[in-house]
């Protein structure tokens, strides 16, 4: 497998099985993270197997209608729910899925900019179930 640089174009939120996205093109690209952590135990003679991943993802966006969407959970005054966020790739790069997350959705003033900051993480007990990455030509 070849190495190759992220570079996202824009993310799109979506309803669990990809139903009524809605793409946000106004990142932050330096931003945009998607990391998979790997969640070991330690067996019987001391070694340690992988038996789960975590993928976290965070991204901040200029668009701070993003917070407005549904999926999008910013506060204790609705319900959360599961959706899809997948950050798309530019050509020659790849496409980065998580689907079933919560979206966790706040305000950051850092760096001396305004963004909208999209948040979460999903355990998932294999490497296909945790993202899902599609190359883009």
């Known amino acids: 497998m070849a190495t190759k640089t992220l570079i996202f174009k824009e993310v799109e939120i979506a309803d669990v099985g990809g139903a009524d996205p809605a793409t946000f093109e106004k990142h932050l690209v330096d931003s945009a993270e ?19 991943y975590d993928a976290n993802f965070s991204v901040g966006l200029y668009d701070s209608s993003v917070l407005a969407d549904a999926r ?3 506060d204790a005054s609705t319900d959360p729910q599961k959706a899809d966020i997948t950050f798309k790739g530019a ?14 959705g706040s ?21 296909d179930s945790a993202v899902d990455v599609t190359d883009v030509t």
Do not use: C, H
């Open 91 to 104: 050509t020659g790069s790849s496409d980065i899925k998580l689907t079933g997350v919560y979206i966790n």
């Open 72 to 74: 999008v959970y910013t």
């Open 34 to 52: 998607v990391n998979l952590e790997p969640q070991e135990t330690t067996v019987e003679d001391g070694q340690t197997l992988t038996d789960a």
């Open 107 to 127: 305000r950051d003033f850092s760096g001396n900019r305004t963004q909208a900051m999209l948040r979460g993480s999903k355990r998932a007990v294999s490497l």
